[in-house]
């Protein structure tokens, strides 16, 4: 059987971008539930909770996919050896989870160009840990901020380039580039679009976190993004502005519905509490919403 990646490898390219939007190769929806290893971000950081852990959480609650944030792997920035993830790895297959992809904290919105180099290779090494771990995505940023003195246009003019320089990297090794707006750099989706667009591969798409959407009507936004997506970060509240309120998570299914999207969806619960329990509670009304 061809799996997701090896499909994608074997389409042409024009089927599978459109002026840089991912398309989707068969209509309607289908979602597989996952987890942000970034909600077990205080105990994992804290040495009281490690990855065997977190893919043990995730075979005891049925959750088939795990976003492994780079972070938790001693010794990060740097990419862990290679012992380390095959060990990862041999790890996840046998409590059948599927390693969905990692991610790192980049900021392509460094004024020196000596930075941004940096930065590029940090991706790059992070594909190359992707793809030994076998999964189809790594995560990254966009940038902080609008840097002091410059403008958003001028920012994306040398953002662009990086993100196609990685890209290009990511698609050598069967490894989608998952750009996560995150109300830094990247506040709406229109922004998100340009980027994506600007970039126009097959290997870069966009990670649709909820909770990043402030301007304007977050749902409004989740559909004008969904399109682009090719992963997710379902969070426990959207915002108006700076009016956080619970998510409406039957709202958020009838415009997957309305969209379609097949893939993982990875939740990240941050509520204040016990982290195992935060997570299990929204998990449960995820999967209610969703079956």
């Known amino acids: ?171 050598k090794r069967g490894v989608i580039v998952g750009l996560q707006h995150h109300d830094d750099f990247l506040k709406t989706a229109d922004e998100t679009i340009r980027v994506v667009e600007r970039v126009a591969s097959p290997w870069f798409s966009v990670i649709l976190d909820v909770g990043s959407l402030r301007q304007g009507d977050p749902y409004a936004e989740i559909e004008k993004l969904l399109p682009y997506a090719s992963n997710w970060q379902i969070k426990e509240h959207v915002w108006y502005g700076t009016k956080k309120v619970e998510i409406d998570l039957p709202r958020l299914r009838k415009i997957i519905d309305k969209v379609g999207y097949r893939g993982f969806a990875p939740v990240e619960a941050l509520g204040p509490g016990d982290p195992e329990h935060v997570v299990t509670a929204f998990l449960t009304k995820v999967r209610q919403a969703f079956s």
């Not at 950081?45 to 043990?56: E, F, K, Q, R």
């Not at 790059?124 to 901020?145: N, P, Q």
């Open 1 to 171: 059987m061809i799996g997701r990646r090896g499909f994608l490898g074997l389409m042409p390219a024009a089927l599978l971008a459109n002026g840089g939007r991912v398309q989707r190769l068969t209509p309607g929806t289908r979602i597989r539930i996952g987890l942000n290893a970034y909600s077990f971000n205080r105990p994992l950081m804290a040495g009281t909770m490690t990855i065997p852990d977190v893919l043990a959480y995730c075979a005891k609650n049925q959750i088939d996919g795990v976003d492994l944030t780079g972070y938790y792997f001693k010794g990060y920035p740097n990419a862990p050896t290679d012992d380390t993830i095959y060990a990862v790895k041999r790890a996840a297959f046998l409590n059948g989870v599927t390693v969905t992809g990692t991610g790192v904290r980049n900021d392509f919105a460094l004024t020196d160009a000596s930075s941004r180099r940096g930065h590029i290779q940090l991706v790059k090494d992070w594909i190359d840990v992707a793809a030994k771990l076998g999964s189809d995505m790594v995560r990254v940023f966009a940038g902080r901020e609008v840097p002091k003195g410059f403008t958003f246009e001028q920012v994306l003019e040398w953002m662009t380039p990086a993100f196609q320089e990685c890209a290009e990297y990511g698609a």
